[in-house]
């Protein structure tokens, strides 16, 4: 393992995999937060919860993030929609926590006929839903998915349905098409939080537990990467000494 980097500008953090597992914290997390300090941003492909949210829950379990420091897939794909369609017609395939966000930023959830269809993580997504969002998209609807990732694995090791796999369907039953992705590997993510720390991502590290999603993202901004490994984040070696 790559002995950890103390001395970047500012340091981006994945959450699920690098600071916990469900609701558990991994062996590193506290180090890590305390570590870098006023120095990070949690950069997420969480597309269910709003920062506010998180901050609370994490609050919770102990761990310290404002949640100006926190950087979510799903509310930033609600806020790109929002600054390209301004009151536009969306329909939105995500939890009540997004459709109240969408709505605050200005948009039409409920028109018959929508500029947008936005897929994020439903837990109650269903047939009706499918051949509404498949039907959209034929009408002529842009296509936005909060994050590429098909599952994660559960606490009982089993996987648990995310955004990628319901935008998967959808495309087949509506055919292929281009569409925009928001979460990562995909720059956005990581250039506002980059934004927010007042930093370049060459100044940066991405700290991550999925080479495809961080690793991948952070190398084609040329921002450093240091892979997380069974939440551990120091060089092992080291792990007596700190």
Not at 7 to 18: K, S, V
Not at 35 to 40: D, F, L, Q, T
Not at 150 to 170: Q, R, Y
Not at 224 to 231: A, I, K, P, S
Request: charged letters at 20%; glycine letters at 10%; proline letters at 6%.
């Amino acid at each position: 393992m790559i002995e950890f980097d103390l001395h970047a500008r500012g340091y981006l953090i994945d959450l699920d995999g690098t600071l916990l597992s469900g609701r558990t914290i991994l062996p590193d997390a506290r180090w890590l937060l305390k570590a870098v300090a006023g120095r990070h941003v949690l950069v997420s492909n969480n597309a269910e919860h709003t920062p506010h949210q998180l901050s609370h829950m994490l609050h919770t379990l102990g761990l310290e993030i404002a949640e100006e420091g926190i950087v979510l897939a799903g509310t930033c794909a609600i806020d790109r929609i929002a600054m390209s369609y301004p009151g536009g017609a969306v329909m939105l395939l995500g939890s009540h926590a997004l459709q109240t966000y969408a709505k605050d930023k200005g948009l039409c959830l409920d028109a018959p006929k929508p500029d947008v269809v936005l897929v994020a993580r439903d837990r109650q997504f269903s047939y009706a839903k499918l051949a509404a969002a498949a039907g959209a998209l034929t009408d002529g609807a842009e296509f936005y998915v909060a994050a590429p990732d098909l599952s994660h694995p559960g606490t009982d090791g089993k996987p648990v349905p995310e955004t990628g796999a319901l935008a998967a369907a959808i495309l087949a039953c509506a055919g292929a098409r281009d569409y925009i992705i928001i979460g990562k590997p995909e720059p956005i993510l990581f250039e506002l939080a980059c934004k927010r720390l007042g930093i370049e991502p060459s100044e940066a590290v991405m700290i991550g537990d999925n080479p495809q999603t961080d690793g991948l993202g952070a190398h084609r901004l040329g921002m450093r990467f240091h892979l997380v490994q069974n939440g551990i984040i120091r060089q092992p070696l080291r792990l007596a000494t700190v």
